[in-house]
Structures are given as structure tokens and as C-alpha cells.
């Protein structure tokens, strides 16, 4: 018997499964795509798909429904695969573990993928069926959404008719997203020389961060692992310290806010007095700043050996502890026009050391295009006054509210028809294909909802079966609707 045998609704589920059993980590969604084209044969439905994995679907109008505009169902194939630091899966190469514990249904020690797994496991459950009445449907699934938007913004659209779009890429039931933040990644590099140097590597651990997507959950007042780094080292200095780096890694994806990071350091003398001491002031101030957003942050601090190391000299050492300590990181400014919404940010989610540079690299968001460049080239202008350079990459533009929208009506609508009250009609500070495509299909009106899913983007993630069901019901009442 298979994990989620007996959930409801046993279609949904049945393709969830099926996805949860092929990788499809970013970069990774081959297996994935390849899949879904044979399911479109074996239904004997048009499909194309493209060089990077893209997938367009189409399935024809249900009697009565010809005359109805066509629709367009959206989301995505890649997945964030994060795991514990004791699973030993390799999301590249191996299945999720689905497990239902109570009302929800999680991964073991991963993430569970239900961003976007749950799109396209609703996706194939109404193209499988032969009970749901629709429009003509034009189902896109891309690819590499979750590492800058990268599927859509290759993608060739021009054969689509539909110009009404559901994006089913949210995570809180009862909110329909009407627009979100553009965005760009950024790497920064910063040189590095290294020389040889005596004395004891101490490994410095920073962990028990919750971390969280960094688009939904930036305005949350979370710490960020690498950030951190920065902290400790300067209070490394503040209480005489003399220290070289030797190795640095923190984060995992740029748009996930990290939890962990560390920095292995060469001391003349190990684990001093002063050290402690450091670590201590680090303590108190993590508590003081982060006690009610990250209780459980703690530093944990590791001594390896004492020989002769190939680390940092002075000046790189110095190079990186500034940028780790200068870099602007979090919410930068809120929408005077949306209450409580963020306006522009930024996660520093990935660090990297090598022989010849550390790498910086972050994902930014904003709504507002000009404040998304002036963040870029702030970033951009420290970097080069560290004498680093940086690289741009991943852009793609906002999706902004339109004040009219028959398809949102239709939501709101259908909504309150199934629900008794009405839907919250938000703008997001993630990112959405929806953008791209309204950049690239004329006239298009699109709108996004979809099931609530916890903690998306850590092995913390969970689907909520119950909310999955209605969310089925309420896309089915849409595709059903006639004026």
C-alpha cells in the first residue's frame, strides 16, 4: 500500500504520490517532465515540450463548454530540495518519503515539494478525469521556477489561446494572489589569496535557525545563518582574537533565508579564554535580537587539530569579514501603497569559499522596478569597494494588480458561493510566473491560490490534506463556471 493511499481526494493524491516518487530538485526536472508528456500521450492529448523540460498540455472543451474561453492552468515542475543534517537522501538522485502524520502530510527529513507538486498533481487529476466539465484547457507546467523564474522566461508561448490564467503556485487557502514582486539573483565574488599559517582549526557552527522561503517569510524578523558569520567574526576581533579563515559554506538556494553556516578558522592558540568570551557576548546578543523570531539559534564551536593550514591571509580574511559583515540583507522597504506588504528585499542565501575567492550570492525582490536596480547597485558598488565584481542573472519583472479582472471576479464569486464569505485579495512579495507570462501573452488576466502549505523550502514542510480537498473542490467549481 502506498503512502497516501485512502486521502482524499484519491486522484490528487494518487499523482502527488507519483510525483513525490520521481526527483525533480531544480535543474532536475527531466524525469519529471518527461513523465507528465507520457501521461499527455496515454491520454492522447496535444503536448509540446521544449529543450530546458517546458510542457504546454491541451485538452479540449467538455460538451456544453466549447464556446467558453479557454483556460490556462500554471505552475511548476522543479522543486527546493532541502533536507536534515541526518537524512542521507539525494534529492537529486533519490524519491521523497511521504508520510502522513495527522491532518498533514510531510516528507521524512526533506522537503516535501508540495510548492509545486500540488499544481501539477490538481493539473493531471482534471486532465484524467471524465466527470470535471471545463473549457478548452492549456496546462504549462516549467521549469527551474525556484532558481530565478528560468522555465518561463525561455519559454515559447505563442501557441496559446487562452488569455484567463490560474497560477496555482499559493500556499494559503481563502488568499487570491493579483500580483507580486519582480526579481533578480546576484552573485557576488570576492578574491581571495591564501598563505600558509600555524595553529588550531576551530570549526564555529551557527545553527538552529528556522530559515523559510525569503520571499513569503522575510518580513519575519528571522536571522540569517551567513549574515551571522559576519557577527562572529567581528566579535572575534572585539575581544583581541587574532584569527584566518580557513573554510566558509553557509545556505543552500539563494531564495531560502539560511539556517545554517559555518566558519573553520586557524587560532594560534585553540579554544582561549577569549574565545569563550566572544561566544558568549554572540549568545547574548542572538537572544536579545532574535529570541522570540529564532529561539533555538546557538553557535557550536569545534576544535580540529593543530598544524600547519593553507587559509586566508590578512587581507582576504579582512575582504570577507566585511562583506559578510556590510552586506544589506532582509527587508529593505514596505509598500506605502499595500498595507503590510514588503516592498524590497534581499536573502544572502548562499556562501561559498574556494582557493581563489569567496562567493556572495543573493536573490532580491522588489515591486517597485527602480528600487529592485538601486538595491542591485548598491550591492554592486560594495562589492567593488571590497574589489570584488559582481555577476547579474535570473531577472524577470513584477506582475502588477490590475484594477479590473473578470477572472478574479469569477474567483471572488465561486469563492464566496462555496466558502460563505470572501476570499483576501493580496499582492505577494514572492515571485510569480504570472509576471513573465503576462509579459509575454497580451491581454493576459491571470490570478493564484492554491492549498495551505507550512514552511515551504525546508524539511519543516507540510500539506494540509483537508485544505488540499477544498482547494480541489474550489478549482473545479471555476473550471466549471458559466456566466
Same mark, same amino acid.
Given at each position: ?70 483556460? $490556462? ?22 524519491? $521523497? ?31 484524467d478525469a471524465d466527470d470535471i466539465p471545463h473549457p478548452a484547457l492549456e496546462v504549462v507546467l516549467t521549469v527551474c521556477e525556484e532558481v530565478g523564474l528560468l522555465g518561463a522566461s525561455a519559454m515559447d508561448f505563442s501557441d496559446l489561446a487562452g488569455r484567463l490564467l490560474i497560477n496555482i503556485d499559493s500556499e494559503e487557502e481563502g488568499v487570491l494572489t493579483a500580483g507580486c514582486a519582480g526579481g533578480r539573483r546576484i552573485e557576488c565574488h570576492l578574491p581571495a589569496a591564501r598563505a600558509a599559517v600555524t595553529g588550531t582549526a576551530v570549526k564555529a557552527d551557527i545553527v538552529g535557525l528556522v530559515g523559510g522561503h525569503s520571499g513569503t517569510e522575510i518580513h519575519k524578523g528571522r536571522a540569517n545563518a551567513i549574515a551571522l558569520l559576519g557577527r562572529w567574526l567581528t566579535l572575534l576581533e572585539d575581544h583581541g582574537v587574532q584569527y584566518a579563515v580557513l573554510a566558509l559554506s553557509g545556505g543552500a538556494k539563494e531564495n531560502v533565508i539560511p539556517k545554517e553556516s559555518s ?172 509576471? $513573465?507570462?503576462?509579459?509575454? $501573452? ?42
Amino acid at each position: 500500500m502506498s503512502a497516501l493511499t485512502g486521502l482524499e481526494p484519491a486522484s490528487v493524491f494518487h499523482y502527488f504520490e507519483a510525483i513525490c516518487g520521481i526527483p525533480h530538485t531544480s535543474h532536475h526536472e527531466k524525469a519529471l517532465s518527461d513523465y507528465c508528456a507520457d501521461f499527455a500521450k496515454e491520454h492522447g492529448l496535444a503536448c509540446r515540450q521544449d529543450e530546458m523540460g517546458n510542457l504546454l498540455i491541451k485538452a479540449p472543451a467538455t460538451p456544453g463548454y466549447e464556446n467558453e474561453p479557454a483556460l $490556462i492552468l500554471q505552475g511548476h515542475l522543479d522543486m527546493v530540495g532541502d533536507k536534515t543534517a541526518d537524512c542521507k537522501l539525494d534529492l537529486e538522485k533519490d524519491a $521523497i518519503r511521504p508520510v502522513v502524520d495527522g491532518g498533514y502530510v510531510h516528507a521524512e527529513g526533506t522537503t516535501l515539494g508540495g510548492d509545486d507538486g500540488i499544481a501539477v498533481a490538481y493539473a493531471l487529476a482534471v486532465l484524467d478525469a471524465d466527470d470535471i466539465p471545463h473549457p478548452a484547457l492549456e496546462v504549462v507546467l516549467t521549469v527551474c521556477e525556484e532558481v530565478g523564474l528560468l522555465g518561463a522566461s525561455a519559454m515559447d508561448f505563442s501557441d496559446l489561446a487562452g488569455r484567463l490564467l490560474i497560477n496555482i503556485d499559493s500556499e494559503e487557502e481563502g488568499v487570491l494572489t493579483a500580483g507580486c514582486a519582480g526579481g533578480r539573483r546576484i552573485e557576488c565574488h570576492l578574491p581571495a589569496a591564501r598563505a600558509a599559517v600555524t595553529g588550531t582549526a576551530v570549526k564555529a557552527d551557527i545553527v538552529g535557525l528556522v530559515g523559510g522561503h525569503s520571499g513569503t517569510e522575510i518580513h519575519k524578523g528571522r536571522a540569517n545563518a551567513i549574515a551571522l558569520l559576519g557577527r562572529w567574526l567581528t566579535l572575534l576581533e572585539d575581544h583581541g582574537v587574532q584569527y584566518a579563515v580557513l573554510a566558509l559554506s553557509g545556505g543552500a538556494k539563494e531564495n531560502v533565508i539560511p539556517k545554517e553556516s559555518s566558519v573553520t578558522l586557524v587560532l594560534p592558540a585553540g579554544i582561549t579564554e577569549a574565545v569563550h568570551a566572544a561566544a558568549a557576548d554572540f549568545a547574548a546578543q542572538m537572544q536579545a535580537e532574535y529570541g522570540t523570531a529564532d529561539p533555538a539559534i546557538r553557535l557550536q564551536l569545534t576544535e580540529q587539530g593543530c598544524s600547519e593550514y593553507s587559509a586566508l591571509d590578512a587581507d582576504s580574511t579582512q575582504r570577507l569579514r566585511k562583506a559578510l559583515l556590510l552586506m544589506p540583507w532582509g527587508v529593505q522597504a514596505m509598500s506605502m501603497d499595500v498595507p503590510g506588504l514588503v516592498e524590497t528585499s534581499l536573502n544572502l542565501g548562499v556562501a561559498e569559499l574556494g582557493d581563489a575567492e569567496a562567493i556572495l550570492r543573493f536573490s532580491v525582490r522588489s515591486s517597485v522596478p527602480s528600487a529592485k536596480e538601486l538595491l542591485a547597485r548598491k550591492v554592486q558598488t560594495l562589492t567593488e569597494l571590497l574589489g570584488g565584481s559582481v555577476r547579474f542573472h535570473g531577472d524577470y519583472p513584477a506582475w502588477t494588480y490590475a484594477r479590473e479582472s473578470a477572472l478574479r471576479d469569477r474567483c471572488v464569486a465561486v469563492y464566496e458561493a462555496q466558502y460563505g464569505a470572501k476570499p483576501q485579495i493580496v499582492a505577494l512579495h514572492a515571485g510569480l510566473e504570472c509576471g $513573465i507570462l503576462s509579459g509575454k $501573452i497580451d491581454g493576459l488576466d491571470c490570478i493564484s491560490f492554491g492549498p495551505n502549505l507550512l514552511n515551504v523550502h525546508t524539511p519543516n514542510e507540510r500539506a494540509d490534506i483537508a485544505s488540499v480537498a477544498r482547494v480541489w473542490e474550489y478549482l473545479k467549481a471555476i473550471l466549471a463556471y458559466k456566466e
